[in-house]
Nanobody, 121 residues
Framework: QVQLVESGGGLVQAGGSLILSCAAS????????MGWFRQAPGEERTFVAR????????AYADSVKGRFNISRDNAKNTVYLQMNSLKPEDTAVYSC??????????????WGQGAQVTVSS
């Protein structure tokens, strides 16, 4: 009933920038928060950034503070992750996460399929 569609992944050189977007669609009643996780090769999935929908409160992993910026477009139910000063260690599959209540379901987590971000040195 709720789908997350990610876009913007790709290959970028170290020091470059990339922006990811994730749009939630479907039977959305209320969007509570959206964010990003990532999973590097051979690593566990880790938190990257999160933004609450009502207040726009943000949180970032220490590893991306000052380099990444998360923002939202409430009208579009879309979250963006602006990634700057990218490092090879940022290479990972980035997955969009949303905390959403639908018209027929209580609040739950939804996940996108993931977008590959590869940073070359």
């Amino acid at each position: 009933q709720v789908q997350l569609v990610e876009s913007g992944g790709g290959l970028v050189q170290a020091g470059g920038s990339l922006i990811l977007s994730c749009a939630a669609s479907g039977r959305i009643f209320r969007n509570y928060a959206m964010g990003w996780f990532r999973q590097a090769p051979g690593e566990e999935r880790t938190f990257v950034a999160r933004i609450t929908w009502s207040g726009g409160n943000t949180a970032y992993a220490d590893s991306v503070k000052g380099r990444f910026n998360i923002s939202r477009d409430n009208a579009k139910n879309t979250v963006y992750l602006q990634m700057n000063s990218l490092k090879p260690e940022d290479t990972a599959v980035y997955s969009c996460n949303a905390e959403i209540s639908s018209f027929t379901s209580p609040k739950k987590d939804y996940w996108g399929q993931g977008a590959q971000v590869t940073v070359s040195s």
